[in-house]
Nanobody
């Protein structure tokens, strides 16, 4: 079954770090179409970080300098390293990627992983 499987969320104190993982099960990433999003209670889902065409990365202004997105192609896994976490980073984090399904690229969402940052 082709899917994205996330892990690594949890509760951390402000200033701490977490690393989120998103593994492509049964498939491979299209590496110019991978991103992490988050949704806080009562707010819309927003882009946090993405790998774009040519392998460049982009980040939301609120996380620049603190978060890093990376891909390990050998492990079919994308990571989000989150440092200097703040209470406002509290949200459910979702991985989004194009995966090869049959002969076509299709867009998938992970199941989400909760990140909670205490002050």
């Amino acid at each position: 079954q082709v899917q994205l499987v996330e892990s690594g969320g949890g509760l951390v104190q402000a200033g701490g770090s977490l690393r989120l993982s998103c593994a492509a099960s049964g498939s491979i990433f299209r590496t110019n179409a991978v991103g992490w999003y988050r949704q806080a209670p009562g707010k819309q889902r927003e882009l946090v970080a993405a790998v774009t065409s040519g392998g460049s990365t982009e980040y939301a202004d609120s996380v620049k300098g603190r978060f890093t997105i990376s891909i390990d192609n050998a492990k079919n896994t994308v990571y989000l390293q989150m440092n200097s976490l703040k209470p406002e980073d509290t949200a459910i984090y979702y991985c989004n990627a194009d995966l090869l399904s049959g002969l076509m690229w299709k867009n998938f969402w992970g199941q989400g992983t909760q990140v909670a940052v205490s002050s």
